[in-house]
């Protein structure tokens, strides 16, 4: 069973910049798992932002981050990425990365991923 463990969060002002960080560990190899980046705003439902696939060469985005957000991720240092720029306030939310199984298609449903990380808060004052 692969572990997840994100960093990177914290307070920032509308417009600045993030680097999100999820460090896998354990379970098989990194490069078998396809990996995705969600968020959890208070109130409301977990929502997908990212998808990268198992090799970094495939990546899909919700509407809201597409321009904005950007996934990636080094197998070697068994990693996966969630670069934010220009961050409004509507982006407030704890993140979570999630590793998925299912390797030949795009999953953006919460459903559809095997594992989780604990989470890291991102706020961003207006």
Not at 43 to 54: C, M, P, S, T, Y
Not at 88 to 103: F, G, I, Q, S
Request: glycine share 10%.
């Amino acid at each position: 069973q692969v572990q997840l463990v994100e960093s990177g969060g914290g307070l920032v002002q509308a417009g600045d910049s993030l680097r999100l960080s999820c460090a896998a560990s354990g379970g098989r190899t990194f490069s078998t798992y396809a990996m995705g980046w969600f968020r959890q705003a208070p109130g409301k439902e977990r929502e997908f932002v990212a998808h990268i696939n198992w090799s970094g060469d495939t990546t899909h985005y919700a509407d809201s981050a597409k321009g904005r957000f950007t996934i990636s991720r080094d197998n070697a240092k068994n990693t996966v990425y969630l670069q934010m720029n220009s961050l409004k306030a509507e982006d407030t939310a704890v993140y979570y990365c999630a590793a998925t199984n299912r390797l030949h298609t795009i999953v953006v449903l919460t459903s559809m991923y095997d594992y989780w990380g604990q989470g890291t808060q991102v706020t961003v004052s207006s």
